[in-house]
């Protein structure tokens, strides 16, 4: 079965950090751009962070710039979100998704759900 799977997600208290994972089964993720997307209660869903097939290229969301790490391990086939100074405003589902061709800042960006690959999410909730 070809699939995303996220984890990571938890309950974390304003400043903290967590580290999500998403890795793909059935398939390899190394020829894809990797997208990592959430979507809060009553908002949109956001392009959070993009990293290029090499892991060359990265983009960030400005409200996460600073703070959130992306990274991918094309070996284990899993990407990486290191999320740092958790504000309770990054409370959301977190969602992986993958697809080729493109590039950082049109996954990013784009306002589509037509990716190749959708995880079905982690839940991130940030107290106050």
């Known amino acids: 079965q070809l699939q995303l799977v996220e984890s990571g997600g938890g309950l974390v208290q304003l400043g903290g950090s967590l580290r999500l994972s998403c890795t793909a089964s059935?398939?390899?993720?190394?020829?894809?751009?990797i997208g990592w997307f959430r979507q809060a209660p009553g908002k949109e869903r956001e392009g959070v962070s993009c990293?290029?097939?090499?892991?060359?290229?990265?983009y960030y969301a400005e409200s996460v710039k600073g703070r959130f790490t992306i990274s991918r391990n094309n070996a284990n086939n899993t990407i990486y979100l290191q999320m740092n100074s958790l504000k309770p405003e990054d409370t959301a589902v977190y969602y992986c998704?993958?697809?080729?061709?493109?590039?950082?800042?049109?996954?990013?960006?784009?306002?589509?759900?037509?990716?190749?690959?959708w995880g079905k999410g982690t839940l991130v909730t940030v107290s106050s």
């Open positions: 990293i290029s097939n090499s892991g060359g290229s990265t």
């Open positions: 059935g398939f390899t993720l190394d020829y894809y751009t």
């Open positions: 998704a993958a697809d080729y061709p493109t590039t950082v800042q049109r996954m990013c960006r784009s306002v589509s759900s037509a990716m190749d690959y």
